[in-house]
């Protein structure tokens, strides 16, 4: 099956976060025909090519999120035009997921007794759940032995990620009197009240990352009032603060503290930003497959967060702009240079880890 083929029979298989059953079936049904010794834990798959050390993990997610509003095709009737493919998850992530599968054939070439051996194992892992909170990830990462390094395989445009942002959601309580509308100068308005601290977050910014950039926050939610002609005694805000590794949760909290009158209280931060350092053999071998020289930050969050010390990069066909957007797409062109992509990194972290191995002592 050619990476049309394939592309088009995963997004027309409907993949909700939660609902990767028929998914993990058809790629575990696929690939075990094709030799490989698929495992499952839940709706997550996994298997391995080569063997010995070291250990590199693919990973990439089955699910997608729901359909949106303006769409102007049908998100799970996929079809190809011009050289690209309209579909949910199209491009976040099965067309990750497409590059993967065929890069898996073209290495377990490589893994044949007949041919070149393969310098060490691939994992290649599909997390169920990833777009919610991410627990196939989590439950999966136990089941897959010693990892050396890891590629999380979203779409970068094939650019090298090795910044994060993260993710801590707080809530903001402004506490006022109540009293008549009528009698407004007898109570304290809580809205007016969260209107001057949400008119403060607009102006604080963090300490700039040099592939991330400034951080900021951002109100995403109000609620507050009771009735109309009450002046009101509460009113509640959410803010979405996307950290980056310079920034420890704990002095962002502070600052946001200090510079409010609301009670503030964190409802998130389990997603912590991640960093891999520019000399880890992982992003050496990315850039050289990616042929770029410097790598990028991403402003969205993923599976990385839950890798923790494994050396990581982000990294995969496709444009991080187009995904959870109407008419989301990939093209052929894309897909083609995902597999080369996947396939010369393996090979490049393998000769690089090999070629870090102490040298033999030779005795006189």
């Known amino acids: 099956m050619d990476a049309e083929d394939l592309l088009r ?26 030799g490989f010794n698929v495992q499952r834990l839940g709706d997550s798959i996994w298997f391995e090519i080569g063997s010995g050390s070291p250990r590199l993990l693919l990973l990439s997610h089955l699910d997608t999120v ?31 997921l497409t590059s993967l599968l065929l890069a898996a054939k073209e290495l377990a070439h490589a893994a044949n007794p007949r041919m070149p051996k393969l310098a060490g194992t691939v994992i290649m892992a599909f997390a169920a759940e990833e777009e919610t909170e991410g627990r196939g990830t989590q439950a999966m990462l136990p089941h897959l032995g010693e990892i050396d390094a890891a590629v999380v395989c979203e779409p970068t445009g094939l650019q090298v990620c090795t910044a994060q942002r993260g993710r801590m959601v707080l809530k903001c309580s402004a506490q006022g009197t109540a009293a008549h509308a009528a009698h407004a100068r007898l109570g304290e308005n809580a809205i007016h009240k969260a209107a001057r601290d949400i008119a403060r977050l607009e102006t604080i910014t963090f300490e700039p990352h040099p592939l991330l950039g400034v951080t900021r926050p951002v109100v995403t939610m109000v609620q507050g009032g009771r009735v109309r ?27 946001i503290m200090g510079e409010l009158e609301s009670t503030v209280t964190v409802v998130s931060s389990e997603y912590s ?6 000399g880890e053999p992982i992003v050496r071998a ?31 066909p496709g444009d991080t702009h187009r995904s959870h957007r109407p008419d989301e797409w990939i093209s052929k062109k894309e897909l083609e240079a995902g597999v080369a992509f996947y396939v010369d990194l393996a090979r490049a972290f393998f000769h690089i880890k090999d070629s870090e191995k102490a040298p033999e002592t030779v005795h006189a």
């Open 229 to 255: 002609n009450q002046v009101p005694d509460l009113c509640e805000f959410f803010v979405d603060i996307r950290t980056t590794p310079n920034l420890k949760d704990e002095d962002v909290l502070a600052r």
């Open 66 to 96: 729901p359909p949106c509003e303006g769409w102007t095709s049908d998100p799970l009737n996929p079809t190809w035009e011009d050289g690209r493919l309209h579909g949910l998850g199209a491009n976040d992530a099965k067309g990750s």
């Open 9 to 34: 029979t995963l997004v027309a298989i409907p993949s909700l976060s939660g609902q990767e059953g028929a998914l993990a079936d058809h790629i575990a049904s696929f690939m075990n025909a094709e």
């Open 273 to 278: 930003p991640t960093a891999t350092q520019a």
């Open 286 to 316: 990315a850039l050289a497959a990616s042929n770029t020289t410097g790598a990028i930050g991403s402003n969205t969050t993923s599976d990385w967060v839950f890798l923790g010390d494994i050396p990581a990069v982000k990294a995969g």
